[in-house]
């Protein structure tokens, strides 16, 4: 349950921290110069670096915590390639899930 909580708090912080770099890397793209909404553009780049470096280590963060249910997904692709009766939308088989935290 703990770690779920975790997952769930990496999660919004990775979306919270996307929806800056999206903000701010359009505010850098469209003001050229000067002051955009009343921010340096200096200040922006510095903020949208340093937001963009958190961001990198946090995904890999969250790739290492969800590594196994991305390795089942992977497993599930490569037996579909491999069957020919697999139908497109077939889940992964609940022997094969992830237990539940
Ligand atoms: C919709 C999303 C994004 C937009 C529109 C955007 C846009 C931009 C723009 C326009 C620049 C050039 C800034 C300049 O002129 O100096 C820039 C730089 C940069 N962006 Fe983004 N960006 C976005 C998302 C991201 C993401 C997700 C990352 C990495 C996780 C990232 C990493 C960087 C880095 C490292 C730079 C160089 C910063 C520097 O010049 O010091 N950006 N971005």
């Known amino acids: 349950m703990k770690r779920l ?3 769930a708090v990496l999660s919004t912080l ?9 903000f701010s890397g359009t505010l850098l793209y469209f003001g050229k110069t000067g002051l955009v909404m009343g921010i340096t553009r200096n200040t922006l780049r510095e903020t949208h670096f340093w937001v963009a470096l958190l961001e990198t280590l946090l995904i890999l963060v969250h790739l290492l915590i969800n590594r196994r249910l991305f390795l089942q997904e992977w497993k599930h692709l490569a ?6 009766n697999t139908r497109s ?13």
């Open 14 to 22: 990775l979306l919270l921290l996307f929806s800056y770099l999206a």
């Open 5 to 7: 909580s975790i997952k």
């Open 79 to 84: 037996a579909r390639g491999r069957s020919p």
């Open 89 to 101: 939308g077939d889940s992964i088989p609940a022997s094969q899930e992830a237990p539940h935290e």
